[in-house]
């Protein structure tokens, strides 16, 4: 079975950093594009980022272009996104999901989703 798990959050304050992880287990990774997501409490969830199989495409959302950069280690079967920069608007769940095929911000197009980490910006 396909599963992916997300690590990584936290509690910080603005303008820190942090790094989640999206490992997968039960695949490789080599073959997928692994899209971040995140939705923030009433909020729908929402496309962060996405990198492409080979690692080759990549996008952003307008929210985080130039803070947050995605990542991945086949060799680790992991993916990461890297957030710098963090801000009070970046506090939701984040979740990770992988598709074959090439990146969409459309969550309908992902399966294999993750539990989610939680990501808190506060002073």
């Known amino acids: 079975q396909l599963q992916v798990v997300e690590s990584g959050g936290g509690l910080v304050q603005p303008g820190r950093s942090l790094r989640l992880s999206c490992e997968a287990s039960?695949?490789?990774?080599?073959?997928?594009?692994i899209g971040w997501f995140r939705q923030a409490p009433g909020k729908e969830r929402e496309g962060v980022s996405c990198?492409?199989?080979?690692?080759?495409?990549?996008n952003y959302a307008d929210s985080v272009k130039g803070r947050f950069t995605i990542s991945r280690d086949n060799a680790k079967n992991t993916v990461y996104l890297q957030m710098n920069s963090l801000n009070p608007e970046d506090t939701a769940v984040y979740y990770c999901a992988a598709r074959t095929g090439a990146c969409s911000n459309y969550v309908f197009l992902f399966g294999s989703w993750g539990q989610g980490t939680q990501v808190t910006v506060s002073s």
């Open positions: 990198i492409s199989s080979s690692g080759g495409s990549i």
């Open positions: 039960g695949f490789t990774l080599d073959y997928y594009a």
